[in-house]
């Protein structure tokens, strides 16, 4: 080989090209390619390192070897593999002469380790290509496409830290382009980022959005719309939240997720039971069943009062101080919202027991609550009470947002506990009426 490499080299300069490059197909075509990767390797250290060469004939060369190594005339991946990998690993040195050709075999060797679900690798490799420099400079769409594909690929590793920081590299390129897949893998990718970053709230959004897209695989927008409703659950409880469910549950493509069960739910605001919360819980992923951080006034949320003490007719008293995962704190969140639609008021201790939390505890995540706006009431800590205000006149994340029609105002008496008796009445002769209603259009009861 090194002989047949000399003689080429001392070919006059117009025939140095075409004798090199046909010494490439005479490689490739062999029957037995065990010597080829290596036979290649020797190749292109002599193009590139051999002064007498040149740099245009080197370029020439090495073009036509990236052709030949994309165009699969070499049927063995393994050793098309070794020969992308060898070719850059001696090209780099010399990056500014022959920077095109490099580039080029990082988005074949990106392409390698992405078909064998190496996904860190060929991100690595993608990140080494030089997007900006004096020799060769792409276009801002090309740009994005690549930082695209950095995120999408770093985000399959789980690596949201990184992705984060090349997505925010794309953003800036957002408008550059207007090729549909690029943008829609954007959005994907803006989605996720807000998935592994615990924005489940514009997370679900984004999902949602994405699952009505025509230009997306069916199965494909499916697993978005089921995204959606998972993040939608482990999204802090609130009105905001409640608008996000109410707009997943008017969504009919949900009745048909395994999902669907924890989602109504969570809309209707019905408590949630631990057997239907292990049953999500498998369907969640790592990063969704990630463990929280215990805050300094978590570890302290105990009851230590003498009131506390057990007395064989309370509740049992848990000994937990903060809800452990991601999971456990919009579970919780959940069911102390739905117990505001239940109750007037309840005891620490009875929160407690609901929330499998310690009085303490439950009274912390109440009052966090209440100051965010997410919960409407007051807390009595001489009595050891949380009152619960508002009804669901007042809710307009299911009243007027939740789709579910206007409500009649009532009179304002100034008596709020008398107000809300009556409301209850009124609820539950309505509720009488239309049962007696249906009963008499079946004919099965005579007025």
């Given at each position: 080989?090194?002989?047949?490499?000399?003689?080429?080299?001392?070919?006059?300069?117009?025939?140095?090209?075409?004798?090199?490059?046909?010494?490439i197909v005479e490689i490739v075509s062999r029957s037995d390619q065990s010597t080829v990767a290596q036979d290649l390797q020797?190749?292109?250290?002599?193009?590139?390192?051999?002064?007498?060469?040149?740099?245009?004939?080197?370029?020439?060369?090495?073009?036509?070897?990236?052709?030949?190594?994309?165009?699969?005339?070499?049927?063995?991946?393994?050793?098309?593999?070794?020969?992308?990998?060898?070719?850059?690993?001696?090209?780099?040195?010399?990056?500014?002469?022959?920077?095109?050709?490099?580039?080029?075999?990082?988005?074949?060797?990106?392409?390698?380790?992405?078909?064998?679900?190496?996904?860190?690798?060929?991100?690595?490799?993608?990140?080494?290509?030089?997007?900006?420099?004096?020799?060769?400079?792409?276009?801002?769409?090309?740009?994005?496409?690549?930082?695209?594909?950095?995120?999408?690929?770093?985000?399959?590793?789980?690596?949201?830290?990184?992705?984060?920081?090349?997505?925010?590299?794309?953003?800036?390129?957002?408008?550059?382009?207007?090729?549909?897949?690029?943008?829609?893998?954007?959005?994907?990718?803006?989605?996720r980022i807000s998935d592994y970053s615990r924005k489940f709230l514009e997370a679900a959004s984004r999902y949602h959005e994405?699952?009505?897209?025509?230009?997306?695989?069916?199965?494909?927008?499916?697993?978005?719309?089921?995204?959606?409703?998972?993040?939608?659950?482990?999204?802090?409880?609130?009105?905001?939240?409640?608008?996000?469910?109410?707009?997943?549950?008017?969504?009919?493509?949900?009745?048909?997720?395994?999902?669907?069960?924890?989602?109504?739910?969570?809309?209707?605001?019905?408590?949630?039971?631990?057997?239907?919360?292990?049953?999500?819980?498998?369907?969640?992923?790592?990063?969704?069943?990630?463990?929280?951080?215990?805050?300094?006034?978590?570890?302290?949320?105990?009851?230590?009062?003498?009131?506390?003490?057990?007395?064989?007719?309370?509740?049992?008293?848990?000994?937990?101080?903060?809800?452990?995962?991601?999971?456990?704190?919009?579970?919780?969140?959940?069911?102390?919202?739905?117990?505001?639609?239940?109750?007037?008021?309840?005891?620490?201790?009875?929160?407690?027991?609901?929330?499998?939390?310690?009085?303490?505890?439950?009274?912390?995540?109440?009052?966090?609550?209440?100051?965010?706006?997410?919960?409407?009431?007051?807390?009595?800590?001489?009595?050891?009470?949380?009152?619960?205000?508002?009804?669901?006149?007042?809710?307009?994340?299911?009243?007027?947002?939740?789709?579910?029609?206007?409500?009649?105002?009532?009179?304002?008496?100034?008596?709020?506990?008398?107000?809300?008796?009556?409301?209850?009445?009124?609820?539950?002769?309505?509720?009488?009426?239309?049962?007696?209603?249906?009963?008499?259009?079946?004919?099965?009861?005579?007025?």
């Amino acid at each position: 080989m090194e002989g047949r490499l000399q003689q080429a080299a001392a070919l006059g300069q117009k025939d140095k090209g075409p004798a090199f490059i046909s010494l490439i197909v005479e490689i490739v075509s062999r029957s037995d390619q065990s010597t080829v990767a290596q036979d290649l390797q020797t190749l292109v250290g002599f193009v590139v390192n051999e002064e007498s060469v040149g740099l245009v004939v080197g370029r020439q060369v090495l073009s036509e070897l990236v052709r030949i190594l994309g165009d699969g005339t070499l049927s063995d991946p393994e050793v098309r593999k070794r020969v992308v990998q060898k070719t850059i690993e001696i090209t780099q040195p010399k990056i500014v002469s022959y920077e095109e050709q490099v580039t080029n075999l990082r988005f074949q060797l990106a392409d390698i380790y992405e078909l064998e679900e190496e996904w860190s690798e060929a991100a690595r490799v993608l990140m080494g290509i030089q997007l900006d420099s004096n020799q060769r400079s792409l276009p801002d769409g090309e740009k994005m496409r690549v930082y695209v594909r950095i995120v999408r690929l770093l985000l399959e590793e789980e690596d949201s830290v990184q992705a984060e920081s090349y997505f925010n590299r794309a953003q800036l390129l957002f408008h550059s382009t207007t090729d549909k897949e690029t943008l829609l893998q954007f959005k994907l990718c803006q989605a996720r980022i807000s998935d592994y970053s615990r924005k489940f709230l514009e997370a679900a959004s984004r999902y949602h959005e994405l699952s009505f897209v025509a230009d997306i695989d069916e199965e494909e927008r499916r697993h978005m719309l089921m995204a959606a409703v998972t993040a939608a659950v482990l999204a802090p409880a609130g009105p905001n939240r409640s608008r996000v469910l109410a707009s997943l549950y008017r969504d009919e493509r949900t009745t048909e997720l395994p999902t669907y069960n924890i989602l109504s739910k969570m809309f209707l605001d019905h408590i949630l039971r631990p057997a239907e919360i292990k049953e999500f819980e498998g369907t969640l992923k790592p990063h969704q069943l990630a463990k929280i951080a215990i805050s300094s006034n978590d570890r302290v949320a105990t009851s230590t009062n003498d009131e506390d003490i057990e007395n064989p007719s309370d509740p049992p008293m848990s000994t937990r101080t903060a809800p452990a995962t991601v999971l456990d704190r919009a579970v919780m969140e959940h069911n102390l919202l739905a117990s505001s639609k239940i109750y007037h008021n309840i005891t620490f201790r009875g929160l407690g027991a609901l929330l499998d939390l310690t009085p303490g505890a439950a009274e912390n995540m109440a009052r966090k609550m209440i100051e965010q706006g997410r919960l409407r009431g007051t807390i009595d800590q001489v009595d050891k009470l949380i009152w619960f205000e508002g009804n669901r006149e007042d809710d307009d994340a299911q009243g007027k947002a939740g789709g579910l029609g206007e409500v009649e105002e009532t009179e304002d008496t100034g008596a709020p506990f008398t107000k809300r008796w009556d409301a209850q009445i009124r609820i539950t002769a309505a509720n009488v009426e239309s049962i007696v209603q249906q009963l008499t259009e079946r004919g099965l009861i005579r007025v």
